[in-house]
């Protein structure tokens, strides 16, 4: 029997087996834009940078055999083993990179040191992962972990300084992949000189950068077909290399040329594997990258393509340079027939420019995941697709890797210095991240300490044999990625430790519960028409910066909400998710409380509908209040109700209001109404003086519902009536202060690096999509 029309997949597995085969297909094939042109184009450089030095006395053909044979096993157990066949499995939610890692720990233990999680945070569909945490909660070693500060400290550090070194790689990545794609012209009749190579490089690296607020998509989408042909030349140039040169190298895939040739190269042989581990830069990109594609599409692109392509490619290269010692210098382009030398170098200059693309957008990612921790000062993000929900710009950050890479190709103007910097920074990324994932084997996916112990040591022993002689090379430009990284890692933790403390001052100096109710409704104050939003990073309590501005002004809106943005160790939190409503202090107070929930992927969008959903979400929370008494705060001496989760859906007419709109003709729509005949008076000549503009505006009404009751019906009237009034922002102007009696080091680090990167960077209005025409700030020292 054929089955109905329109029968769904679920009851076809087979057709929906195929559905998510096609999906997968086509995700690998749009990864080999994204995730592999820097792992691609290592070709380019791994050969010529691990014979410098005194390792050029040892060559021959035993030697090359044992070097190649070197890169089949670290190619097999690093990127196929370790992270396609474990690491893809570690996913947050879909997301990976050393950041994902640290927001698994956090959602399972207490490793967070920000301490504004709330157990309504774990109440979100996303941070659910793996087993139950109550399975695990009598674990020895989460509560030692949990109790001593120092080493949660040392967690952040070690995940901060993993983070670090990917910065690096964004820096070194784009010199290295582009300066080596050029130098095939140096084979050529006439041979370009030095200054002309760094030259043009220069050129290609500012036209890099100068694209990259196009957007990774639009330009890697269009590249894919460039990655696949690069790959396919330099898998058939391999296989004709192979089957031309040496046929016999097909015998290093034995581990046995691997044991002779540090037997013959000794302790040269240890100092080359900083050329040896260049052969898997890249790698950390197949697992950072996740959450553009799926675990089944990376592992089917690396496994059926990448790997195969490499490992020929790899083999042929040393097939020919068995034959051609005296060509180690350029071993790539020296080992291209001459028919296909020029197609075969514009595709790999192109090339190059995919790989080095990808870097610099998965830096772009951890500078974003590293702001939403609260370890980077803020700056500006743009998101560059509509489609693609993880594809963002940093126009600063662009700017300052283009003059650090521009910087390093003409310092430098060497491949192998440049490299020797490049594989301590990519080989510090892996040993970080084999130390995070052993964490999570053992916190989230509950394994026995032992094998967890097991998998640590074991790739440990191989990451640091190849960090140890990648450190050997400090002095020949390793130093780079160290340098950078401690640069980053001072503006990180001291930003990182002034938000800490600067939290903890507000946590400390809240409104005493005892104050506020002897005020009253009124607040001991004239209580105006209208809505005042105080923006505050505490996520219970009311801030210090309420009384400094009660006690300064005379008057106060009538319906006060309390507004926290803050982000979860999650990736994403759903529109459906994002509010947590709640009230401050009795009924008659008119104080509510507003959570604004996002995860360290989210993008805070500035769609102008942030007022409405506010009001329409506290409409709905005081009529399930009245429903549900679970929510009521009927006790007069609560200062916060529990909070409920109120979907941020598009608006529409609700159970609580009506909700309609209409098409006004005047000035931007973030200029409130007001009642206020002198204010209308002034608003009015602004109207008069600027340009006419269309604009749309929404409009709330009471259902017609006879059976409301006449409290809630009261509390609703009193915020449309507020909202038409119009709605101010309150956000404090904080200078932040160490004590006088406060150490040397701490003052040097608040009073002049805390305070110089929050006053260059990003103000909390602009962060926080503020209408700077309704915006009240209040000046106020926060003594740390």
């Known amino acids: 029997m054929e089955p109905e029309s329109g029968a769904s997949t679920s009851r076809n597995p087979s057709l929906l087996s195929w559905v998510n085969l096609s999906r997968n297909l086509l995700l690998a094939y749009q990864s080999f834009g994204v995730v592999y042109g820097d792992l691609s184009t290592s070709p380019l450089y791994v050969f010529t940078s691990t014979f410098r030095g005194k390792l050029k006395d040892h060559r021959d053909e035993e030697t090359i055999f044992g070097a190649f044979s070197l890169i089949f096993w670290t190619l097999t157990l690093i990127p196929l083993i370790k992270y396609v066949f474990i690491l893809l499995s570690a996913d947050d939610s879909g997301e990976g990179g050393t950041f994902a890692l640290y927001s698994l720990l956090c959602r399972h233990a207490k490793f967070n040191l920000l301490p504004n999680q709330q157990a309504a945070d774990e109440e979100l569909s996303s941070y659910k992962y793996g087993p139950s945490q109550q399975a695990i909660t009598s674990s020895p070693l989460k509560r030692f972990l949990e109790k001593h500060k120092r080493l949660r400290t040392a967690l952040l550090i070690v995940v901060l300084f993993g983070a670090c070194m990917v910065i690096g790689d964004g820096v070194l990545t784009p010199a290295i992949s582009v300066l080596a794609s050029v130098s095939g012209l140096q084979v050529t009749e006439r041979k370009l000189t030095d200054g002309e190579l760094v030259l043009l490089a220069c050129v290609i690296l500012v036209g890099l950068f100068a694209l990259q607020h196009i957007g990774t998509h639009k330009v890697a989408f269009v590249f894919a077909p460039v990655v696949i042909i690069w790959l396919l030349s330099i898998f058939s140039i391999g296989l004709y290399n192979t089957i031309f040169w ?74 020919f340079l068995s034959k051609n010692l005296q060509s180690i210098h350029n071993s790539f382009y020296d080992s291209i027939p001459e028919p296909v030398f020029w197609p075969v170098f514009v595709v790999a200059t192109l090339a190059a420019i995919v790989g080095s693309q990808a870097v610099i957008t998965a830096t772009f ?77 053992i916190f989230v996916w509950q394994k026995s300490v032992v094998i967890a112990i097991a998998f640590l040591l074991f790739f440990w022993v191989i990451e640091g044999t190849y960090l140890s002689a990648a450190f050997m090379k400090v002095p020949q430009g390793g130093w780079v990625p160290l340098v950078l990284s401690c640069i980053f890692m001072v503006v990180m933790y001291v930003w990182h430790y002034g938000t800490r403390r600067k939290y903890s001052y507000d946590l400390h100096n809240k409104v005493s519960l005892k104050w506020l109710l002897g005020l009253g409704p009124s607040l001991g104050i004239v209580r105006v028409p209208g809505i005042g939003l105080i923006y505050s990073e505490l996520a219970t309590g009311v801030p210090s910066i309420f009384s400094h501005f009660v006690t300064n002004l005379p008057a106060f809106h009538k319906v006060l909400v309390f507004v926290c943005v803050k982000s979860v160790p999650v990736p994403y939190v759903s529109p459906e998710e994002r509010f947590l409503i709640g009230r401050v202090c009795p009924r008659p107070y008119r104080m509510y409380r507003c959570i604004v929930r996002y995860g360290y992927k989210d993008i805070q969008r500035d769609d102008g509908d942030f007022e409405n959903h506010l009001i329409q979400s506290i409409a709905e929370f005081i009529q399930r209040e009245a429903e549900e008494p679970q929510y009521s705060s009927s ?84 915020l449309i009536q507020a909202k038409e009034a119009g709605v101010a922002y309150v956000l404090g102007h904080s200078y932040v202060k160490a004590r006088k009696s406060s150490s040397f080091l701490k003052k040097l680090v608040i009073d002049i690096g805390y305070s110089f990167l929050r006053k260059n960077c990003r103000g909390p209005a602009v962060a926080l999509n503020i209408p700077h025409i309704s915006l009240i700030e209040v000046g106020m020292i926060y003594y740390v």
């Open 365 to 441: 990612s951890i500078i974003k995941q590293c702001h939403a921790l609260g370890c980077f000062p803020r700056v500006k993000v743009v998101h560059t697709s509509k489609h693609i929900y993880g594809q963002i710009y940093i126009p600063e950050i662009n700017w300052i890797l283009m003059i650090l890479t521009l910087a390093i190709t003409i310092g430098f103007q060497d491949t192998t210095i440049i490299g020797n910097a490049y594989g301590l920074a990519c080989m510090t990324v892996m040993f970080v991240t084999t130390f995070l994932m052993t964490l999570v084997a």
């Open 635 to 718: 006790e007069s001496s609560s200062l916060d109700g529990r909070m409920a989760v109120i979907s941020t859906r598009t608006l529409e007419s609700t159970a609580s209001l009506i909700v309609s709109e209409i098409e006004e003709i005047g000035v931007d729509s973030s200029i409130p109404s007001s009642k206020s005949v002198t204010l209308r008076s002034l608003q009015s000549v602004y109207d008069d003086e600027s340009p006419q503009v269309r604009r749309r505006r929404v409009r709330f009404q009471l259902p017609n519902n006879p059976g409301m009751d006449p409290a809630v019906r009261e509390e609703l009237v009193d």
């Open 246 to 319: 040496n046929p016999r190298i097909v015998r290093a895939l034995s581990p046995y040329y691997l044991i002779k040739f540090f037997i013959k190269t000794g302790k040269e042989g240890w100092i080359s594997l900083g050329g040896i581990l260049l052969c898997i830069t890249g790698t950390e990109a197949m697992f950072a990258d996740l959450g553009h594609f799926t675990a089944t599409s990376i592992r089917i692109a690396f496994a059926f393509v990448i790997y195969p392509c490499l490992v020929v490619q790899y083999m042929g290269q040393a097939a």
